[in-house]
């Protein structure tokens, strides 16, 4: 059975859904127009003003922020309230250059936890359930964000945080809990741990995971989902937009439903700037319709993925995101050629590894180089050289037919490469060191 949230919204027709739209846009455009001087002279270099904007129609014509726009005006320089009227801050973690932070009101904190109950509920959540959350709590947005949608469900909410891996496994044992949210990478660490100390997935009482903040791939679901006994389902967002919950999967487990009455997506091709068709694969821009604190217009997350409005088996309206290719900052130019981590990734699961897996990327005398370093499973693993070579020679033929170049492969032994708690870290680039 079909668990909504707020139904009257999440199956909404398409006309009451793009007339709420219009209505937020509208107002909200106003709101920034006032108060946020930083956007305003923007508007003001494109020469428009809030009237050319009158509905969802006109957006294209409003300007884009980005990640510089965010750092350039750091700390306050895109609050849309007064500081007295915001009351909690999130921050990125901030890898390279300024941390971004956004803020929220009590009226933000409150929509966005209604998002992530949306995904609870999407993913089979009722006020019965025991809902572990094992994301970061902190600066990080998704401890927070999830702890926040499991009370509004009405689980048990166990803000287990993550880290202390044998903790999490026994607070899953002793209290039963039947949700786990965690990044798919802690997932599969958890799964490993699980399966070391000889559970079975009948063995764990665990029925689904909502698993995000990073890529993952299909393939890594089903591993997942195979060791866990569970149904996993995929979650989206970023900080700057509130975080988990912008949008989610459903039952059809097959994409995820944007939350539209507070989000207007696009895609746009990150070159010429333009919107794409419906379809078509480019970078995910979206415009924040009812925050206060922090109103993004046409934020440019540097994600790309392609949306779809095809009938959802769920019953939900909102419009679906595919998976994440991963970032365009994430995409590697290596000899002239993309690559994206999550194209190695899917290589790598295909022929029976687990996700532990780095790559690394380095030019030597002017060319580039692409190590992928796996493990190997523990089943697989062996000190015959001739095994070894076969296995390598596999998968340098399937990386040079997914990527169309080739790569270096090199086995590890189980265990070698370090396990994550939040967000993993793959690719080693050092060329940029
Ligand atoms: O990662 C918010 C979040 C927390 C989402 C928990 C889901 C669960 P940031 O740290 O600001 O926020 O990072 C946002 O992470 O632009 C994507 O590149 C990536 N990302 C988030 N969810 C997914 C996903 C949180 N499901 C950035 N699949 C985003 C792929 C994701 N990438």
């Known amino acids: 059975m079909e668990h909504y949230f707020q139904k009257e919204i999440e199956c909404a027709s398409q006309e009451e859904i793009r007339s709420i739209q219009n209505e937020k846009l509208v107002k909200q455009v106003k709101h920034v127009w006032e108060n946020v001087p930083y956007y305003r002279k923007k508007m003001e270099e494109k020469g428009i003003t809030p009237d050319d904007i009158k509905s969802v129609d006109d957006l294209h014509k409003l300007p884009f922020l980005s990640k510089k726009d965010l750092r350039d005006a750091y700390p306050y320089g895109l609050l849309g309230k007064p500081l007295k009227e915001c009351v909690r801050m999130h921050s990125t973690s901030g890898t390279t250059g300024k941390r971004v932070v956004a803020f929220y009101t009590q009226h933000d904190i409150d929509l966005w936890e209604d998002c ?7 993913a089979g959540g009722t006020d019965e359930d025991v809902c572990q959350i094992a994301y970061g709590y ?37 209290l039963s809990a039947t949700i786990l949210c965690c990044t798919p990478s802690y997932a599969a660490y958890l799964s490993e741990r699980f399966k070391e100390l000889g559970y ?33 389902y995929d979650i989206y967002g970023l900080t700057e937009l509130s975080g988990p919950g912008v949008a989610f999967e459903c039952s059809a487990q097959d994409g995820m439903h944007i ?21 078509e694969q480019g970078e995910l821009v979206f415009t924040a319709i009812d925050k206060e604190a922090f109103p993004m217009i046409r934020y440019r997350t540097r994600d790309i993925c392609k949306l779809t409005r095809e ?3 769920c019953g939900r309206t909102h419009v679906k995101m595919a998976k994440p290719m991963g970032r365009s900052d ?50 697989m693993f062996t000190d015959n050289v001739g095994e070894i070579e076969e296995r390598q020679k ?10 169309g170049i080739k790569a270096k492969v090199s086995l590890m ?11 993993a870290v793959r690719v080693i680039d050092k060329r940029k060191i």
């Not at 880290?163 to 999490?168: K, S």
């Not at 939350?259 to 379809?279: C, K, M, Q, S």
């Not at 532990?356 to 002017?366: A, E, G, H, L, T």
């Not at 032994?413 to 994550?420: C, E, F, G, V």
């Open 200 to 232: 079975g997935p009948d063995d764990i009482t665990l029925k689904a995971g909502i698993f995000g903040a990073e890529a993952w791939s299909e393939e890594m679901r089903q591993d997942i989902q195979n060791t866990l006994g569970i149904k996993a």
């Open 259 to 279: 939350n539209e009455d507070h989000f207007i997506a696009e895609i746009i091709d990150p070159e010429t700037e333009e919107v794409l068709p419906e379809g």
């Open 138 to 174: 902190g600066l990080f947005t998704g401890g927070a964000g999830l702890n926040g949608g499991s009370h509004k469900v009405g689980c048990l909410t166990v803000p287990a945080s993550s880290g202390n891996t044998d903790r999490q496994i026994m607070f899953i044992n002793d």
């Open 311 to 313: 009938k959802c088996s």
């Open 116 to 122: 992530c109950a949306r995904a609870i509920m999407a």
């Open 413 to 423: 032994t189980p265990k070698s490469i370090a396990r994550s708690e939040g967000k």
């Open 394 to 403: 596999k998968l340098v033929d399937d990386l040079k037919s997914m990527l």
């Open 330 to 379: 994430d995409m590697l130019i290596i000899r002239g050629v993309n690559v994206f981590p999550s194209q190695i990734e899917t290589v790598l699961l295909n022929n029976g590894y687990a996700a532990n897996y780095q790559i690394v990327v380095d030019r030597k005398n002017n060319t580039d180089t692409l190590d992928v370093q796996v493990e190997m499973t523990p089943e």
